[in-house]
């Protein structure tokens, strides 16, 4: 599992929610003091879609 650090570049990742669901995709600017963050999650290897990520939400997030 990754820690929620703070940065402002691109990073593919796969998160993890509470409830062991698991989403791949990129997140492009995470901070701290946030509530949540905006994630490009891959649906498939043409498309993806946005959506917004509550930290609270999560067991945890995985950087590749």
Do not use: C
Not at 3 to 10: G, H, I, R, V
Not at 19 to 48: C, I, N, R, W, Y
């Amino acid at each position: 599992s990754g820690e929620l650090d703070s940065f402002a570049t691109s990073h593919e990742i796969t998160i993890e929610f509470s409830d062991g669901e698991k989403v791949a995709g990129t997140l492009h600017e995470l901070s701290p003091a946030a509530m949540g963050f905006f994630f490009d999650a891959h649906v498939s290897d043409q498309s993806s879609y946005t959506i917004y990520v509550n930290k609270q939400a999560l067991k945890s997030i995985q950087y590749q």
